[in-house]
């Protein structure tokens, strides 16, 4: 299994400019989810969704879409890049909750993302 | 709202020497807490988590976490430190709005092993 995977591991943008970050997961885990890095504020939920056809806002969802067309696949959209977006994102894929079972996040290896 | 608090930016330990990093935690209801390690470019990676039943917890690569639910705070610990585990450290908690696994997280703590 890979696990998660991210595409592309950096990338430069203009502000104004629009670009997709890539998620895939091989695991067939119901639940993605995306969050941003920035120092001194650990990581912060964007979106996240429970099941293909699924999506809902995390704690930061300005600025960004996603969709969940599939169950491996969950990519995150900026329309219009800001440099307040500037920031690692992490992509992270689990079972959904329930019970007491493991369920623990994976996390892919992020995308460190620059907009001037 | 769910939160947990990291209150140290750094944490500064000998090779050898018995590490702690501590994590508070803010919850309604039961908590699922969590620590997560991520090295250098790195994702982060699952350590361990507390969600019922001893309060020691034992995780990944010899750490292991003590839940306190009188002064909620869920530290992670290391008898003997190694220079491989300095990496950045992040405590998290479970949201259960809408019943989803939301991971609310600290802001990190860098641990430094000094040989």
């Known amino acids: 299994n890979a696990g998660v995977t991210q595409t592309p591991k950096f990338q430069v943008l203009k502000t104004g400019q629009s670009m997709t970050l890539q998620c895939a997961q091989d695991?067939?885990?119901?639940?993605m989810s995306w969050y941003r890095q920035d120092p001194g504020m650990g990581l912060r939920l964007i979106h996240y969704s429970v099941g293909a056809g699924i999506t809902d806002q995390g704690e930061v969802p300005n600025g960004y879409n996603v969709s969940r067309s599939t169950t491996e696949d969950f990519p995150l959209r900026l329309l219009s890049a800001a440099p307040s977006q500037t920031s690692v994102y992490f992509c992270a894929s689990s079972t959904l909750p329930g019970g007491r079972e493991k369920n623990e996040q994976f996390f892919g290896p992020g995308t460190r993302l620059t907009v001037l | 709202a769910q939160s947990v608090a990291q209150p140290e930016d750094q944490v500064n330990v000998a090779e050898g020497n018995p590490l702690t990093v501590k994590c508070t935690y803010s919850?309604?209801?039961?908590?699922?807490l969590f620590w997560y390690v991520q090295y250098p470019n790195r994702g982060l990676q699952f350590l361990l988590k507390?969600?019922?039943?001893?309060?020691l917890v034992k995780g990944s690569y010899g750490f292991e976490a003590e839940f306190n639910k009188s002064q909620t705070s869920f530290h992670l610990k290391k008898p003997s430190a190694l220079v491989s585990d300095s990496a950045l450290y992040f405590c998290?908690?479970?949201?259960?709005?809408?019943?989803?696994?939301?991971?609310?997280f600290g802001a990190g703590t860098r641990l430094a092993v000094h040989p």
């Open positions: 695991m067939n885990h119901e639940y």
């Open positions: 507390y969600i019922t039943g001893d309060n």
């Open positions: 919850v309604s209801g039961n908590p699922y």
């Open positions: 998290a908690v479970r949201d259960w709005a809408g019943g989803y696994n939301k991971l609310i």
